[in-house]
């Protein structure tokens, strides 16, 4: 209860400050840097809202030198720092000419640690781009349909045990611009109240009627798709053309895996449609790293719509649609990115393409195998430790992605300083991107982390989490147990 209270409080202080702020530079005694309107423009509709811009101005600057920090290396276990510092308190930054090297990486998504530089295994890229340049500087429906797009899409259908996939350029177009190819209005979208903002916007440009469901409650799910078969669409009554439950296999800021065997049977007893946002669970989690659907034992074609990304686990870009045959044909035709969007380069089809290769053990070796293995026992290793050092995460136990909660929003700015004094990068975030009440530091487990690097980390933080008094748990339970909690639940047919 104190730590809420004093997390209340630190906003209201840091509110109120920023109220005085703004009234000293209204009356000319505090330098405006923030953009304003132009004089000659007083009657025009406001272009900057005033009150919108509040927040950012008067809270988020004061910390901002947290983030978008400039790394000048291969983001991998480790990376080299441009060193930054401001004189205007983070307004503005100039850079100091010197390079922090050697920073443990604990915020970027390289779950198998294929964000290298080693030129034995790179090689095969090279020669990609030697051959096919740097661009394709068309769209696949027109000149941009190369054969290793075809290449890749056959190996991506192998790798998840489904008919056909279809590759983009860019993961959060793949959901953002194929999700109101699937659905338009008349329809129905039952969406996780955590899903991802690219799964969000997707749903909004639908046209699809939304409906949100509590975070990986199936209570609520099923409660939803009761009175969406019973009423059916509002005032007329008729039923839904479609229903579509979005969903994530791990979502990202939480840490959670999502409960697929229970979501697929509500699916099948209300005649439902499943979107599966795989982008941080394919080759994260399973025995063989082939996502959320293994990990389960599912079969994936209980699974209408497979999507996942190759920027996190495969150390490339871009995203797939996967499923049915039909499903992939009528997208290749409808879906908004592979009419309008340039088609992936050659050269990051390639990384895409060895790096699967190597999980699925295609280059002859058990090196990918290897890599699914090492991730999985780092990420029950580091949250085991977090566990007993005392602080409170969420998240699955065999999930890669571990959120530390921080609470206090002033200690935000001050976690992420110190650790990075200590040469060890963390991602923090805080409200709007999380409740509130609840600041937290995301870590990003990856098997090129050895257990020295995992160990540096974790002193690190045991060090710090007593100087912060971050170390809330005492071994008691989250204040949100349904983040973590995979507790199962029969269903009847």
Not at 307 to 316: I, L, N, Q
Request: charged share 25%; glycine share 8%; proline share 3%.
């Amino acid at each position: 209860m104190y730590v809420s209270i004093l997390t209340y409080a630190g906003f209201v202080v840091a509110t109120s400050f920023g109220y005085l702020r703004d009234f000293l530079r209204a009356c000319g005694l505090q330098k405006t840097i923030v953009a304003v309107e132009r004089e000659e423009q007083k009657d025009f509709v406001p272009l900057y809202q005033d009150f919108e811009n509040f927040f950012t101005r008067n809270l988020y600057v004061r910390i901002r030198d947290n983030w978008n920090r400039p790394i000048c290396s291969v983001p991998g276990p480790k990376f080299d720092l441009m060193e930054r510092v401001s004189d205007d308190y983070n307004w503005t930054f100039r850079f100091t000419g010197k390079i922090m090297k050697n920073v443990i990486n604990m915020g970027s998504y390289n779950y198998l640690g294929f964000a290298e530089t080693d030129p034995s295994a790179l090689k095969t890229v090279g020669t990609m781009l030697h051959k096919y340049g740097t661009g394709v500087c068309s769209t696949r429906q027109e000149m941009g349909n190369l054969d290793k797009h075809v290449e890749l899409e056959n190996l991506v259908a192998e790798f998840l045990g489904v008919e056909a996939a279809m590759a983009f350029g860019m993961g959060f177009a793949t959901n953002s611009m194929n999700i109101p190819a699937l659905v338009g209005k008349g329809s129905l979208i039952l969406s996780d109240e955590l899903n991802h903002s690219s799964l969000v916007l997707g749903a909004r440009l639908s046209g699809a009627t939304i409906r949100v469901f509590r975070h990986n409650n199936i209570q609520s799910l099923e409660k939803l798709l009761k009175e969406a078969v019973i009423h059916g669409q509002p005032r007329s009554r008729r039923a839904w053309k479609k229903i579509l439950i979005l969903v994530e296999g791990i979502y990202s800021m939480e840490g959670s895996i999502v409960r697929l065997p229970e979501i697929i049977a509500l699916k099948r007893k209300y005649k439902a449609y499943l979107y599966l946002d795989e982008a941080h669970s394919i080759g994260a989690v399973g025995p063989t790293g082939r996502g959320v659907v293994e990990y389960f034992g599912m079969d994936p074609n209980d699974v209408d719509v497979l999507m996942g990304t190759f920027t996190k686990s495969f150390g490339a870009a871009g995203g797939y649609i996967a499923g049915k045959k039909e499903l992939v044909d009528y997208l290749r035709v409808h879906s908004h990115s592979a009419a309008y969007a340039s088609s992936m380069a050659a050269p990051v089809v390639e990384q895409i393409i060895r790096a699967m290769k190597c999980v699925m053990g295609l280059d002859g070796t058990t090196k990918g195998l290897q890599r699914v293995r090492a991730l999985a026992e780092n990420t029950r290793y580091f949250r085991r430790r977090l566990h007993k050092l005392g602080f409170i995460i969420y998240g699955n136990e065999d999930s890669p992605v571990v959120p530390l909660l921080l609470y206090i929003p002033g200690k935000i700015g001050a976690f992420a300083r110190r650790m990075l004094a200590r040469n060890i990068g963390v991602v923090v975030v805080g409200f709007p991107a999380t409740p509130i009440a609840e600041s937290r530091a995301r870590f990003c487990v990856s098997a090129a982390h050895t257990r020295e690097m995992l160990d540096a980390v974790l002193d690190a933080l045991d060090e710090l989490g007593d100087f912060l008094q971050l170390k809330y748990s005492q071994r008691s339970k989250s204040s949100r147990p349904e983040l973590y909690d995979e507790t199962c639940f029969e269903l009847e047919d």
